[in-house]
């Protein structure tokens, strides 16, 4: 379970979130929606605990009971915290081999890690070859958003946050990763997929949608809110 308690974050002299409050249950799936310069983002890397956002001390970001805002991003990232990119990183000389293993150092063995990002990679329709070269480098949109899915697979967060995963991908391969990551994510991981289309609704299914607007968090909902959206646009709400 992660909680956020009056969560305020400002990058520079400028606030972008503006006391938000709620807590994310174990095992649901969220979609977090709004406008482009809503704070979207913004919350991801605030929950990440990216270094220039700076929360006041009246903020709190719970991960059961724990504070987790003194704590790094690898810190976080071990507790089992996971956020894909929006615009993956290139990491030359680095292959997603090479970053998993280290990844996984003490808690996988490297050859049945291997076996198994192999087998991943052929239910999402991944070349081989991608596989051994530099994470990223000359990738499609839609390929690095696989490898983005099937990093997060085989890490098996907690808590998973997928920003814009939808975002230079198409339809197929839109459904692939969302049957991917439903199918092989523990049952127990909590799922939110940052989004500003409806698009990525239809594969994900979420239990709740979140609307945020201005930085502040204006409506909850099921199913319903999603066509409502769909239908109207934002500016309703």
């Keep these: 379970m992660l909680t956020l308690t ?28 709004g406008p482009n310069g809503s704070g979207k983002s913004t919350l991801a890397s605030a929950i990440m605990g990216h270094p220039n956002i700076v929360t006041p001390p009246t903020s709190q970001v719970l991960m059961g009971t724990e504070d987790i805002k003194p704590l790094t991003p690898d810190e976080r990232s071990r507790l ?41 990679a052929k239910e999402l329709h991944i070349k081989d070859e991608l596989l051994k070269r530099s994470l990223n480098v000359g990738f499609s949109g839609g390929e690095k958003k696989k490898l983005e899915a099937l990093q997060a697979v085989m890490l098996a967060p907690k808590f998973a946050l997928f920003d814009e995963i939808d ?25 939110v997929f940052i989004t500003h289309s409806t698009r990525l609704l239809t594969y994900v299914k979420p239990d709740m949608v979140l609307v945020m607007k201005d930085g502040t968090l204006v409506k909850t ?9 769909e239908t109207h646009g934002f500016e309703t709400l």
């Design 80 to 120: 089992g915290i996971f956020l894909s990119f929006q615009t993956p990183l290139e990491i030359p000389g680095v292959s997603v081999f090479d970053l998993l293993r280290i990844a996984l150092e003490k808690k996988m063995d490297p050859v049945m890690m291997h076996q198994q990002v192999k087998m991943y």
């Design 6 to 33: 009056h969560l305020s974050a400002s990058i520079g002299d400028k606030e972008i979130l503006h006391d938000l409050s709620f807590t994310f249950e174990p095992g649901k799936s969220y979609a977090l929606m």
């Design 167 to 191: 975002t230079g991908v198409d339809v197929d391969a839109l459904k692939s990763i969302a049957t991917f990551l439903k199918k092989h994510l523990p049952k127990t991981t909590t799922l």
């Design 221 to 229: 909902g099921g199913a319903e809110l999603a066509k409502e959206i």
